[in-house]
Nanobody, 127 residues
Framework: QVQLVESGGGLVQAGGSLRLSCAAS????????MAWFRQVPGKERDFVAS???????????TYADSVKGRFTITRDNANNMVYLQMNSLKPEETAVYYC?????????????????WGQGTQVTVSS
């Protein structure tokens, strides 16, 4: 069992940056593949970025095409943290951003693959 708490959301102008943080409980955090998703009201939860567990891989990262080159996902296993650095933000990226975890070596891009979710943090990008 792992509990996730996101933070770092807020209001930013288009072209600005934000860094989201996800704090995870549990002793075996390094065994979990982690991901970030985002959702706007009335739409499906969309994949943003993921990072494999550290137990079985070198921390392979995967990104949605729309964020490649602008967003970076990292993890700090010593402190049970996952981060999402978001640069050059666009107004259409306004959403609630969620951290997700699954006890597996490899991350996935589908939300149904993840067992644990945080409560979300609002990111608003003004034009």
């Amino acid at each position: 069992q792992v509990q996730l708490v996101e933070s770092g959301g807020g209001l930013v102008q288009a072209g600005g940056s934000l860094r989201l943080s996800c704090a995870a409980s549990g002793r075996t955090f390094y065994n979990y593949a982690m991901a970030w998703f985002r959702q706007v009201p009335g739409k499906e939860r969309d994949f943003v970025a993921s990072i494999d567990s550290s137990a079985w891989s070198a921390g392979r990262t995967t990104y949605a095409d729309s964020v490649k080159g602008r967003f970076t996902i990292t993890r700090d296993n010593a402190n049970n943290m996952v981060y999402l650095q978001m640069n050059s933000l666009k107004p259409e990226e306004t959403a609630v951003y969620y951290c997700a975890a699954k006890l597996a070596a490899w991350a996935s891009t589908g939300p149904q693959a993840y067992d644990y979710w945080g409560q979300g943090t609002q990111v608003t990008v003004s034009s």
